[in-house]
């Protein structure tokens, strides 16, 4: 008798499954490649009946794909992009305000000050210096500890940072000198800074990369690449310029007109839940549940002291006039040394 | 409608090519089992008159009534025709068996029966060994004869070919005059052949259609044709002829160059003209004696050239400097008789049959560059046509 | 006109001459809708503000006021300025060698000459990266300070041009006439002025067709220029940047009209010229056998080994630093950077989507292009509907790639669009890989089919066969070769392309050679060069496949060939 329950349940329990198919839902990210894996587990054993379909880029390129579908759009959800896109997006009229289940419990500069919150925060990825000691010292070159320090004579051509057109963290490095140093001191900042800039690059790992590969002495990039790149060997130390660090967030949101809502909603309640924060620490050092962060190996336990006091607000809504501003005077220089 | 005994008849046929007219005014009746050239210099709308009949160019105006059913606006697969292009376009991808049941396929023919008649037609062209081979490895002569099957297989009621020997050598398109015309009249299919040799015009058909700038210039059996060329242009096309521009004087008395000549025939009353003669139709003398000058033209010439031309003598004789040179054509054997030197003066006679005279033409019918492409022209006729 | 109007219309209902008439209103339909009107809604975007009004020619102005902007039109022109430069001088020697010497090894230096159609562009910037970057092998050998820049993509897409230049040189020094040689040589001409009266006016055109087509290959470039680039900035890649990176649609599309215009005006010049060299052709020439000469060939020898001998190095240093575990500190080899799964680009997925999309576009662009060829070439109807047809199908050589890709986002992702559901699919691909390739292919089925009595269509139509079953049995087999020769052609550019589908990719349909490029933008250099090998290595493998097919199965089924 018992036995016979116990099969009948297990056959409706499999009708249910196989009568409705996982939902499919095609997640627009920034994160990093080797990240992607681990975060879809990690959802869909909590949520079987829904599949994420990550389309993945830098920052740059999936804001633009996102603005570029505004009137067809293709994605039902973000996760992993940078706050100052999504509240550009949030101006754009795209997102589609949604209050997860135990949002209360996250940090409230992690969340979108609305009522019914448009975006939620998961992270923060903090910029930081790429040092390699084998070619910094060919060069000579010390390790710098300040920003103001990078625009010294002797660090000529030997620096390489990202663009911030395309990348978050070159965005959050410019945003943040301008707010640090204010806007006229900051862009002087640049100015300087561009003398001794070899190259910027498209994205805001690559920075790193290169100079644990030897290919420049240093680049700026963010602490999360710089950690996992000591971890594999690299002859790079990370440096914390001592005016305090850009940072910004990764966040999540719905975009409106999404016909898969309610996986949607509960990719959102999922972001928000212990359990995806205890992975995003993971990864980053700070997340936006309070008391979950432990410390990552390789990277400083005290970076949260390091951070600038960041105003996302002005961030989005100066964007577009901050990178018009930094192409015209950066981008079209074709030999940066001179 | 009344029954016509044609078995082909095109009416009023127009064509154009942009603004350059193809065909102009083409009327022509074709009866069964007839063997007719379309003969004219390249150029002069045969091909384009034979594909009008096919349904492969369609005509602006007119009418093609084949065996009563009027075919006009029909499309190819509608018409009932076999055809032997040029090119011979055999699918060099298939054997010549296969080649030869490509359109027996489509009649839903049993296959037994289809490989019979494979074997009937091979026999008939004479090459029953060769239905394995590809086309590649055909000689020409033997391409040619398996396009003609193909185009028979399907017993079409009419046959069209195009220029179908002009690709072969001197040889073997001899040999074939004969054995299509073999094979056409033990068929009785009724046959249109374009080209544009006159021999082969001359030796093959039953009636001869002489196409000049998309025109009809005459219709007639070779030997009308030969003998009776009804415009310059067609004198000058077929066979060759001694063609010299002459003022009318009076009733029977000609300018040529700077002498006047007494014609046997009345002239038409016009100003200026030209005369015709063909080399082989002059009598040779050393002077003027004992010649009727009322049913024979006479004159005096000078022997510039002798060219030895196997058969006969071609003797190159010039009447004036302002005229072109005569050809006269003489038997080997009387020219040795008349032991003409170079330099020595003849006299040339000619018998009032054999002469022609074409009053000055419009303007359109003798346009300079017909003559060049006709490959057997004589000189003087060039000469005329460049003058 | 009116006369045949009437006459046409009066001809009795035909199926098959509807059923053709059907197939080539579709062949216009296709060009139509894949390439015309994407191209079109880009030249209406590049004059609308972002909110879709129109804004006339504001967005140009403001291009030009940008001298940030307007640099680019200049390091475009003067890349391409000297890549053609040094391709046509190298080639122009090469193609001499090969025709015209007495030279040993001919056949290998030739295959040499070949490897760089199969690899994507994107390789030898990597390469270059190994070869003269910052750790590079012979950083020291760099005249210049950084290979990042002019320098890099100049050499980059030297590389990659030169097969295209040698091709057409080699075609333009096969064609000249011995006759002319020995009247010159019975005259006692010094070979000096052999060279200048004979050899040089014969390869003229050639030589004039072959600069064109360098120069519109180099100035639309993509893949080099965004990986070794470094700062130096291209017309083609300001178009990736202003729609990627600044999600200024409107300027992609004003700066995609610039990169049009010298595409353009190249592409028409070679045209011209394509069409006095055909009639060059013509003529009745003795070919050239070429004489020996010991220190000529020995010289010529040097040259060529010393021209292959780079291309070796290229392609030897991309496939050699694809298996160093962490270049420049631990250079022990391993499969590491193999393990793509980890990877920026969407990993092996991406190889194998690359591999699906290229066997797509090579067995539908072949179907397309041959079955559009055919009734362009062989059916007498619609003259006009053919005219533009031939027009449109030369087109897609002019439009960079890039611009292609920009103008696909534009039209097939309008929301007013009923094609819109393609975008994202792998049809997109596939569509954009077809006419982004299509010139080349239209241009070797036309000349094939040309080669093709003109006469098989009335033959089957006094048959009263159908036409489709004469190209069934008979154009088709005839075609063959140029048929395998096209889907080669397309499976390979399918499978390096990077610069039309890079807009056009989603995430189920990443592609490998995008992937290359996405790890190299995130710092993965050495992956991304083992990615570039892989895709070198499957064309290679098709490449080869094709020639076990055209001379195994063909030799077997196209018996008739032999004599
Ligand atoms: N398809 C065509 N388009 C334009 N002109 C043509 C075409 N076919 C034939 N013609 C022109 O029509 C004239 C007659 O051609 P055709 O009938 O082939 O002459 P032929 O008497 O040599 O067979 C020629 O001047 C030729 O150039
Ligand atoms: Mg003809």
Known sequence: MNLKKTLLAAAVALTATGAQAATELTVYTALEADQLKSYAKAFESANPDVKIRWVRDSTGIITARLLAEKDNPQADAVLGLAATSLLVLKGEGMLQPYKPAGVEQLSTQFVDKDETPSWIGMDAWVASVCYNRIEAEKHDLPMPTSWKDLTKPVYQGHLVMPNPNSSGTGYLDVASWLQTFGEEDGWKFMDDLHQNIDRYTHSGSKPCKMAAAGETPIGISFAYRGAKLINKGAPIDLAFPSEGLGWDMEAAAIIKGSDKMDAAKTLMDWAVTKDANTLYNGSYAVVAMPGVAKPVPNYPSDIADRMIDNDFEWAAVNRSRILKEWQQRYDGKSEPKN | ?387 | MSNTLTIAARRSFDSESWLQRLVISLGVLFLLLALLAPLLTMLVKSLQNGAGEFIGLHNFIAYFDNPALTQSILNSITIALWTTFIVVSIAFVFAYALTRSGMAGKKTFRLVTMLPLFAPSLLPALSMIYLFGNQGILKDWLPVESIYGPVGIVIGLSFWAFPHALMILITAFSNSDARLYEAAKSMKTPPWRVFLTVTLPSVRYGLINTIFVIFTLTITDFGVAKVIGGQYNVLATDIYKQVVGQQNFQMGAVVSVVLLLPALISFAVERRVQRRQSALLTSRAVPLQPQKSPLRDALLTLFCALVCGFLLLVIGMAVYASFITFWPYNMELSLNNYRFDMMDGGGWASYFNSLQMSAWTAVIGTAVVFLVAYMNEKIKLMPFARRLLQLLAMLPMAVPGIVLGLAYIFFFNHPDNPMNGIYGTMAILVLNTVVHFYTVCHLTATTSLKQIDNEFEAVSASLKVPFYTTLRRVTLPLALPSVLDISVYLFVNAMTTVSAVVFLYSSDTTLASVAVMHMDEAGDIAPAAAMAVLLMLTSLVAKGLHWMISHQILQRTQRWRQR
């Open chain 2, 1 to 387: 409608m009344t029954h016509s005994t044609h078995y082909l008849q095109i009416e009023h046929l127009r064509k154009s090519f942009g603004s350059f007219t193809a065909l102009d005014d083409i009327s022509l009746a074709i009866k069964e089992g007839e063997f007719v050239c379309f003969l004219g210099p390249s150029g002069c709308g045969k091909t384009t008159l034979l594909r009008a009949i096919a349904g492969l160019e369609l005509q602006e105006e007119g009418r093609i009534v084949q065996s009563d059913r009027d075919i006009s606006t029909l499309p190819p697969q509608q018409r009932d025709f076999g055809i032997v292009f040029q090119s011979y376009a055999l699918f060099p991808n298939l054997t010549v068996s296969e080649n030869i049941a490509y359109g027996l396929a489509n009649m839903k023919m049993p296959r037994g029966e289809r490989q019979q008649r494979v074997k009937a037609l091979l026999e008939q062209i004479d090459l029953p060994d060769i239905g394995n081979k590809y086309p590649g490895q055909l000689s020409g002569g033997q391409q040619q004869r398996v396009a003609l099957a193909r185009a028979l297989a399907t017993e079409p009621g009419l046959l069209l070919l195009d220029e179908p020997l002009s690709a072969l050598d001197a040889r073997v398109r001899l040999h074939l005059r004969q054995e299509i015309c073999a094979l056409q009249r033990k068929l009785g299919i009724t046959t249109i052949m374009v080209t544009h040799d006159q021999d082969e015009a001359l030796t093959m058909a039953d009636r001869i259609v002489v196409m000049d700038h998309g025109r009809i210039a005459q219709i007639g059996t070779p030997e009308e044709i030969y003998q009776k060329p009804a415009t310059e242009f067609v004198a000058r096309f077929v066979g060759s002829m001694n063609l010299m521009p002459a003022r009318v004087l009076g009733a029977r008395s000609l300018m040529l160059g700077r002498k006047e000549v007494q014609t046997p025939m009345v002239l038409p009353a016009c100003d200026e003209g030209t005369l015709g003669f063909r080399p082989e139709s002059v009598q040779l003398l050393d002077g003027p004696w004992g010649v009727n000058r009322d049913e024979n033209l006479l004159f005096e010439a000078r022997l510039d050239q002798i060219q030895f031309m196997g058969p006969f003598v071609r003797l190159e004789m010039c009447l004036d400097e302002e005229l072109p040179c005569v050809h006269v054509d003489v038997a080997v054997e009387q020219h040795a008789q008349l032991n003409a030197s170079i330099g020595q003066s003849l006299w040339l006679s000619i018998p009032e049959k054999d002469l022609k005279f074409y009053p000055a033409q419009h303007l359109n019918q003798s346009k300079p560059g017909v003559s060049r492409t006709a490959p057997d022209m004589g000189l003087a006729a060039m000469q005329v046509a460049g003058a």
